[in-house]
């Protein structure tokens, strides 16, 4: 997403990463990432109790995960510390339009289990 964040500007579109980490995590984490995302916090996990994301162990460390993690080692792409947060928590994906109305809704089934971001591009459009 970062390399196509103009894409996401030119359609009008915010993007918001919340994350339950802390503030410095964060800090660390977008200096490494995509520094211009807005990042909430939620260090209770409201937001990821409201929208049912899941923690899971084994489906954060299953073998879809490992080869994932493996073939990002082997190409070479830097691994992101943790900063010592839960890995178990699983994210998602999802769209909210100006009336507060969620329009697309992906919660992750596993930490590799994101949308294309062409598929999020696409669903922005046809809104």
């Known amino acids: 997403m970062c390399e196509r964040q103009?894409?996401?500007?030119?359609?009008n579109t915010k993007i918001f990463i919340i994350s339950f980490s802390t503030f410095p995590a964060v800090q660390a984490w977008l200096k490494e990432t995509c520094s211009d995302f807005t990042v909430l916090l939620d260090s209770e996990r409201e937001v990821y109790k409201a929208y049912k994301l899941e923690r899971s162990y084994w489906r954060s460390r299953?073998?879809?995960?490992?080869?994932?993690y493996l073939?990002?080692?082997?190409?070479?792409?830097?691994r992101?510390?943790?900063?010592?947060?839960?890995?178990?928590q699983l994210?998602?994906?999802?769209?909210?339009?100006?009336?507060?109305i969620i329009r697309f809704a992906?919660?992750?089934?596993?930490?590799?289990?994101r949308p294309p971001v062409d598929e999020l591009i696409n669903q922005i459009k046809q809104l």
Do not use: C, V
């Not at 103009?6 to 359609?11: D, M, P, S």
């Not at 992101?80 to 178990?88: L, P, R, V």
């Not at 994210?91 to 507060?100: H, K, L, N, V």
């Not at 992906?106 to 289990?113: E, G, I, R």
């Open 62 to 68: 299953n073998l879809r995960t490992r080869w994932a």
């Open 80 to 88: 992101y510390d943790s900063h010592g947060e839960d890995t178990n």
């Open 71 to 78: 073939q990002a080692w082997l190409a070479g792409k830097k």
């Open 106 to 113: 992906h919660p992750s089934h596993d930490p590799t289990d």
């Open 6 to 11: 103009q894409e996401f500007e030119n359609l």
């Open 91 to 100: 994210g998602g994906d999802f769209m909210i339009d100006t009336q507060g």
